[in-house]
């Protein structure tokens, strides 16, 4: 399917008027007059494609910037039609959601979505693809008066987030959050990697969506980390993808190395991004940039990731606080 087979002109999104019951729809505000104050948006992504500075931009689900295209969102899209839509339809709401609420909605989306054949698909395809008797994920938490140093420690799997490594995170940020003498915690990631993100091995061993989400519920590590993120100070090398990104995104400061690059690749999968990221990601670089990199699945550069406010400095060489690094 093309891209103008897909565009659409903005007056199909006038309150009363027939929703447009396509997979994806773009609009093109180089050509867009008059439009809706609050638009009937169609329960799939709406994207802007052209003048990114029209007053109707803001209302749609993401608008086209570099170094992402229409068609690399099509094809995407496309393959999760189930997915895409879930998607944002959730980044819509979250804005008006507190965090709390907001990580429940999350875990709600990504529930259903657990259950969804798109996703169903992906699981059986992978099947005998994932290499068994990986030792579990580790992670070193040490104290230095009043910093806390966390360090994702299983550099043999790019510090791949398991189980074992969710529940040591959630128990390390749950203590850091009742610590008030505490006043910064450094994340890291040992080797040459931050995180590859979940680990892909368990991907569907619950099978049951509603005790997937009461797990969540109690071991999510977003859940602490939220009442304590204003501490979180993060650096990132190499690979910062999935579950790491979403994680990192919590953070008051994230400083990138020269080679760090950042991506969300859940949309393939026929899930969302669901350890806390559509919360943490929206609240940092906002709704429509988050939209971007989800759908898309597309990986962006540290610089790119410096531009949009995602990090707030690239670091030549750190320390193991920063001090005395350069920054460019």
């Given amino acids: 399917m093309d891209i103008a087979a897909l565009t659409i002109d903005a007056q199909r999104l006038w309150p009363g008027e027939a929703l447009w019951d396509g997979p994806l729809a773009f609009v093109d505000l180089d050509k867009t007059g008059e439009t809706p104050e609050h638009p009937a948006l169609p329960p ?6 052209g003048d990114s500075s029209h007053p109707f931009a803001a209302s749609l689900d993401a608008v086209i910037e570099p170094p ?44 259903l979505l657990q259950g969804s054949a798109e996703h169903r698909t992906w699981i059986a395809e992978r099947r005998g693809g994932d290499a ?4 579990p994920g580790s992670l070193a938490v040490e104290r230095d008066g009043d910093r806390l140093i966390v360090t994702l420690d299983h550099p043999a799997s790019s510090n791949s987030i398991d189980r074992a490594m969710r529940d040591a995170l959630c128990d390390a940020f749950t203590l850091a959050a009742l610590d ?53 100070e993060v650096h990132v090398q190499g690979g910062c993808v999935g579950a790491g ?16 690059w950042f991506q969300l690749p859940e949309l393939a999968m026929g899930i969302l991004p669901g350890a806390g990221g559509c919360v943490s990601l929206t609240r940092r670089i906002g709704r429509q940039r988050t ?38």
């Fill in 245 to 260: 990104l979403e994680i990192a995104a919590w953070a008051r400061r994230i400083t990138a190395a020269p080679d760090a």
């Fill in 44 to 49: 799939c992504p709406v994207i802007g494609i």
């Fill in 180 to 232: 008030p003498d505490l006043r910064t915690i450094s994340l890291r990631g040992a080797g040459r990697t931050f995180s590859l993100g979940a680990e892909l091995g368990e991907f569907g061993t619950t099978k049951d969506p509603a005790t997937a989400h009461a797990i969540r519920a109690r071991t999510l590590p977003a859940r602490a980390l939220a009442r304590c993120a204003d501490k979180l």
């Fill in 132 to 135: 068994g008797g990986r030792s």
């Fill in 291 to 328: 939209a971007l990199l989800i759908l898309s699945g597309k990986r962006i550069s540290a610089r790119q990731a410096l531009a949009w406010g995602l990090v707030e400095a690239i670091i030549v060489q750190p320390s193991g606080d920063d001090s005395g690094a350069d920054e460019i």
């Fill in 68 to 111: 992402f295209t229409a068609a690399g969102l099509v094809s995407q899209v496309l393959a999760m039609p189930s997915a895409a839509a879930v998607i944002v339809q959730l980044l819509r709401l979250l804005p008006e959601l507190s965090l709390e609420h907001g990580l429940t909605a999350e875990s709600f989306a990504y529930g």
